[in-house]
Structures are given as C-alpha cells and as structure tokens.
C-alpha cells in the first residue's frame, strides 16, 4: 500500500498544518544537526583526552627510568646474543634500546622511584620500610653527590629484580633447575642460571667480592645467591623486593669450605686435565669458579671470552673470592660494550652498586645512627681516617703516627697545634671538625686526641677525636666483631674527607660507598714512614689486588693495565688494577 496516500486520506492537510509541519521539519533538521555538532564535539575532546593521557604517561615512564625513558639524549640499540643485552650502534655517540621481553617484567618501571631516598631510582620501591630501615632513611645521612645512576643501569637493575623474582629461592624454575643440579649433566637449556656466591675471607672482601658477583650476574643473565656464612643475615637486608637473595639451606651442595683448585669439578682444574673445552658434549650440572688470590693461570681464563662462551652453558656457577675483579670484567671483550653504557662514568662501578646491594640490618643501623648523632652530626666538618697495620706487632708504632700526621697537616686535612705557647688565647674561629678514627689498635687515636687536647689549634679550629671501637686484632668469624666493623666501614663512608691505608678492603669499601677520592698512606717499609706520605686516589674504586696478566687471544703475558685508559695500576699496589675516569687524569 503507498502509505503517503494512506497518510492523506486520513487527514488532509490545511495550511496550517503544512506550515506547521514545515516548521517541524525545520526544527527537527536543526536539532539533528545541532546533536551531530555536539557529538562531533565530544569525540573530537576524547581524542585530545586519550593523546594527553598516553603523552602523560610516557612522561611518567622517562621520569622514572623506565624503559620508554632510557634514551637520555642518545638512543641505544641492543640485540640480545648469546646473552650480552648491548651492542654498539654504528653512529658514535647515538644507541637505540630494543630491549627483549621479560616474563613478568612488563611494570618493572611503572612506579616513579627518583625521590632523594631511591637514590635517583637506583633504589625499588615496595619495601617493608621497617624491615629495613636503613634503605630509607640513608639519604637523611648523605650529602647529595653529582654521581647520577645512568638510566640503563637502571633499566637493568628492575629487569634484574624480576628475573630474580621469577627465578629466586623455590620458585618454579629453581626447583626445576635444581633437579638437573642433582643430576649428573647438563640437559635441555633452562630458563633460569645462577651464580653462587661462598661466604669468605673478611668482611672488606666479602663487600667487595658480592659486588663484583652481582655484576658478573647482571652482565651474563644469572641469578645471585648468596652463601649465608656466619653472619651475613646479621650484617644485611634483603637488596631484592618480594624474594630473597639468600641460599637455601636446603641446597643440595654444601661445605663450600672445602672447594679448592683441586675440587673435581673446579673449572681451572678441569681445563688443565682437558675435561673440558668448547667442544664438550655432556657438561656438568655445576663449575666451581676459584679466584681467590692464590689462583693459578687456568682459573685466570675465566677472564677469557671464548671461556666465557663455555661457562654459558652451565646453569650452575659456584664461585670463591676475595678479590673485587671489576676491572678485568672491562677487559673482557663481550662485557665491555654493555659495560660502558651501564657505567659512562667508569669510577662508579661499586658507588653505585654498594649503594644498590648493601643496607645495613637494623641493629648496625642503630650503632651507625646513634654514633652519628652523639659525636658527628654537629661539626662542621668530617674527618675519617682508616688506620690498617699489616706489620707483626701490636702497635702504636711511632713511624705509623709520624705518617699519619705528616699526611693530615700537610695536605691542611687537620690543623696544626701551637706546642710551644701553654697559655690558650680566645679565638674568633669556632669552626669545629670532628675526626673518626678506625684501627685494631687504640694508640694512634690516644695519641692524636691528647695532641688536640694538650694543645691549641694554630688556626683556633676545635678539634674533637673519636674511635668506636678496638679490637687489637681482626676477628672474622665472631658476630659482633663483624657487625662493629660494617658500622664503621659505613661511618667512614659519612665524612666529608678521607685518609685510608694502602692495600685495606675495609678503606675501599668507605670510600666507595662515600663516593669519596681518599688520600691513601703509602704502606710502610722498614719501620720506616715513608715519603711523602700519601698521595690523593685516581679515583674512588677499590684496587683489584690480584689480577691477570694475560692476552687471551695472543696466549701470551701482557701488563693489563696498560691496555685501555680507564684501567690503570693502583696508587697502594703496583701490579694491582683500578678503574679511573680517564679524562679527569
């Protein structure tokens, strides 16, 4: 039927009503195009809305180090191979980051970490604050330091917290790797590898070494587990958020004491019987790695890369030593790329990752603080001075108090004391500075705070001198001994200027953390101080005190530290290497 002829014999329209009607259809034109302008409208603003939103977020992203952020006006390009995440790209200067996807690290660098007590992000959130009460409240403690953590390091570091995460102590992949670890060779490739580091030699080392087996982690994809001891759940907290970094203690190896070079599966003991090469077919479910100072020129290929090509394919890598060996990480070819970029600033390897890893438990934070605010905290300026004897004797030796006075009044780090006029003047200088001393012995402190306290000071300074504690000798295994000394390692590292003795771990490990350049007292000989008596360090990096001397790729003897500029022989050791910042020699 036509329904306009069914419409008009229903009603026939008027003028009127035709007016009328063309006037509706006028309006209702109108309002639809009126409703279309306003939808128009509104799309149009969720659009600007959706483009502010995703711009705001990859604000947020850059601002927090987070992946999208890691271009710091360079742009990097990585390519994971063999597992070296970094290689150079072809134009100087310019990178491109095209990071490989993580399982589980997709919000690694969601949350925005770049206030003062996360240390510019070096530092995760999610932290039980009261657990550990030191990661948050050290800043309070510190003055701020223009060392800045590059924003690939920290992109590795949250990358680093996932994977340990995901592979930590009894989660899914540790217990399937610990199935093969139980079996008598190497099957399918895993997804988790791991490097266990054994608890030995003192506390300076023990620092030192944990740092540089984190490192060797982070450059090779592994997981750090740490060998307990007798004290290291006393001394630190957990550095890793939600899982722990510590060894199980059902782990199926144990008497890690008796690994030596001539354990059955030592590596170096291995390569020189010929079990063991690149060509192997069956490997071992686990190396034992020994680099402790007295190893032997086939432990030293672990500096090799076509050793490190092999050591890949071993999920399980135990290693002891009490050697910091960063700088012969950056003469490992496959490392030093990726090396460079993690650290631009080549002397900052252990000031950041010491500030990273080691938070002191809450029972040596509370010696650290109360120290600090009874004797520090209202001088003007901070004096350390690390005092280490390696001579037999029980001291104070007239020489070494020589050396140590010499150092300070000639390089104006303390002020001279008028010894011939008794009678003290008013001064107009009320500039105060407090000296803290560490030794075994009590002698040298006596002596220097009596000097101060006999005598007035020829500048008018008011010289205040401490010492927490004297042991008389180093007690490695005992507890307390132990939780005093990480104490004072962490108070040295509070001062404003530094005096620490030639070939101490405990003097590195301040300075590191301090971000401190010391002046370094030569080591003694014959009883004798030696001149002069110190020297300002190259840098702040500790010394590696036994390295190799050897071209991999020549198979020949070689000085290692002449072979880049950033990798030089130590001020207190000779054959000893450091890493400097070239630029600045």
């Known amino acids: ?99 490989e996807k993580v399982p589980g690290s997709e919000d690694v660098s969601s949350r925005k970490i770049d206030s003062p007590k996360h240390f510019g992000g070096l530092l995760a959130a999610g932290f039980d604050e009261a657990s550990c009460l030191s990661r948050y409240q050290s800043f309070l403690y510190r003055k701020a330091l223009p060392h800045k953590p590059s924003s690939y390091l920290l992109y590795r570091l949250r990358k680093y917290e996932a994977l340990h995460k995901r592979c930590g102590p009894y989660t899914t992949s540790y217990n399937k790797t610990l199935e093969q670890l139980k079996s008598s060779h190497t099957n399918d490739p895993l997804e988790c590898n791991y490097i266990v580091w054994i608890s030995f030699s003192g506390l300076g080392n023990r620092i030192l070494t944990l740092a540089s087996a984190f490192l060797y982690a ?66 071992p479910p686990f190396l034992y790695l020994h680099l402790v100072h007295d190893y032997g020129d086939y432990d030293k290929l672990f500096f090799c890369d076509q050793d490190q090509t092999l050591l890949r394919k071993v999920p399980w890598l135990i290693m002891k030593t009490d050697n910091y060996f960063v700088p012969s990480l950056f003469l490992v070819p496959s490392f030093a790329k990726q090396l460079s970029h993690l650290f631009p600033e080549k002397e900052t390897v252990f000031h950041h990752l010491g500030r990273y890893l080691f938070h002191p438990s809450n029972p040596v934070w509370g010696l650290i603080t109360r120290y600090y605010h009874a004797y520090l905290e209202k001088a003007d300026e901070r004096v350390g001075l690390q005092i280490r004897i390696f ?8 020489h070494v108090l020589d050396q140590i006075l010499a150092c300070t009044l000639k390089e104006k780090l303390l002020p001279e004391v008028n010894v011939k006029e008794s009678i003290i003047r008013p001064s107009a200088n009320k500039r105060s500075k407090a000296v803290l001393m560490t030794s075994l012995s009590a002698g040298y402190f006596e002596k220097i705070r009596n000097m101060y306290w006999e005598h007035q000071t020829v500048n008018g300074e008011v010289i205040a001198v401490y010492q927490p504690s004297h042991e008389e000798h180093q007690q490695t295994q005992k507890k307390m001994h132990n939780l005093k000394a990480w104490a004072e390692m962490y108070l040295l590292s509070l001062t404003d200027v530094l005096v620490t003795s030639s070939w101490s771990t405990f003097g590195y490990v301040a300075q590191g953390l301090g971000g401190l350049k010391p002046w370094i007292l030569y080591k003694p000989e014959n009883r004798t101080a030696p001149y002069p008596p110190c020297r300002r360090a190259m840098s702040m990096e500790p010394c590696f005190h036994a390295p190799p001397f050897y071209d991999c790729k020549a198979k020949k003897g070689i000085d290692t530290g002449a072979l880049v500029p950033h990798v030089k022989h130590c001020e207190d050791m000779s054959w000893g290497l450091k890493l400097v910042n070239h630029d600045e020699l």
């Open 1 to 99: 039927m036509d329904m306009k002829r069914y419409r008009g014999h229903l009603a026939a329209p008027n003028p009127i009503d035709h007016r009328n009607d063309s006037v509706s259809r006028v309006a209702e034109r109108k309002s639809g195009f009126i409703t279309m302008k306003i939808m128009g409208i509104l799309c149009a603003c969720l659009m600007i809305l959706s483009v502010l939103i995703t711009f705001s977020a990859i604000y947020r992203e850059t601002s927090s180090g987070g992946v999208s952020g890691f271009a710091e006006a360079r742009s990097v390009e990585m390519k994971a191979k063999e597992g070296n995440v970094v290689r150079e790209s072809a134009e100087a200067g310019d990178f491109k980051m095209q990071a």
């Open 391 to 398: 001579d037999i004797g029980t001291g104070p030796f007239q």
């Open 218 to 283: 982070l450059l090779t994809n592994r997981v750090l587990l740490v060998d307990r001891g007798t004290d290291m759940t006393d001394l630190f907290c957990e550095p890793f958020p939600e899982t722990s970094w510590l060894l199980p203690m059902d782990f199926p190896l144990h008497q890690f004491d008796s690994f030596d070079q001539k354990s059955p599966y030592c590596y170096g003991n291995m390569l020189k019987n010929n079990a063991i090469n690149n060509s192997t077919g069956s490997l």
